[in-house]
Nanobody, 123 residues
Framework: QVQLVESGGGLVQAGGSLRLSCAAS????????MAWFSQAPGKEREFVAA????????YYADSVKGRFTISRDKAKITVYLQMNSLKPEDTAVYYC????????????????WGQGTQVTVSS
C-alpha cells in the first residue's frame, strides 16, 4: 500500500522560506514521478511542481518559478519542495502526489496522494 507523508509546513512571514518533505513508502518507486499541488480555501487543487523519477525533468507553475525548487533524494523515495520568497498568496495546504510515468501537471493523472501539510504566509 503506497503511503505518502508530508512534513515541513508551518507559519512564516512574507519573504521567508520553508522546506516541505514527502516520504514515500509501500512499494518500489522506480519509474514514478512525484509532484506537489496546493489547495487554498475555496479553490481547486492546483499544480505547483513535478519531478521525474531520475530527477532530470522538472516542471513548475508560473506562479512559483524562480522561488520554489523541487528535488528528490538519491534513493528517490523522498521529494522536497524548497519554498523561498514566500508570499501570502502561497498560503494553502500542500499535497504530495505520485504516478507511474513522466511528470505531468494535471492532478487527475496522479494515483496516490498524501494528507497534506498546511503552509501559512503572513503579510
Amino acid at each position: 500500500q503506497v503511503q505518502l507523508v508530508e512534513s515541513g509546513g508551518g507559519l512564516v512571514q512574507a519573504g521567508g522560506s520553508l522546506r516541505l518533505s514527502c516520504a514515500a513508502s509501500g512499494r518500489t518507486f522506480t519509474g514514478y514521478a512525484m509532484a506537489w499541488f496546493s489547495q487554498a480555501p475555496g479553490k481547486e487543487r492546483e499544480f505547483v511542481a513535478a519531478i521525474s523519477w531520475g530527477a532530470s525533468i522538472t516542471y513548475y507553475a508560473d506562479s512559483v518559478k524562480g522561488r520554489f525548487t523541487i528535488s528528490r533524494d538519491k534513493a528517490k523515495i523522498t521529494v522536497y519542495l524548497q519554498m523561498n520568497s514566500l508570499k501570502p498568496e502561497d498560503t494553502a495546504v500542500y499535497y504530495c502526489a505520485t504516478r507511474y510515468g513522466p511528470p505531468v501537471v494535471g492532478r487527475r493523472a496522479y494515483d496516490h496522494w498524501g494528507q497534506g501539510t498546511q503552509v501559512t504566509v503572513s503579510s
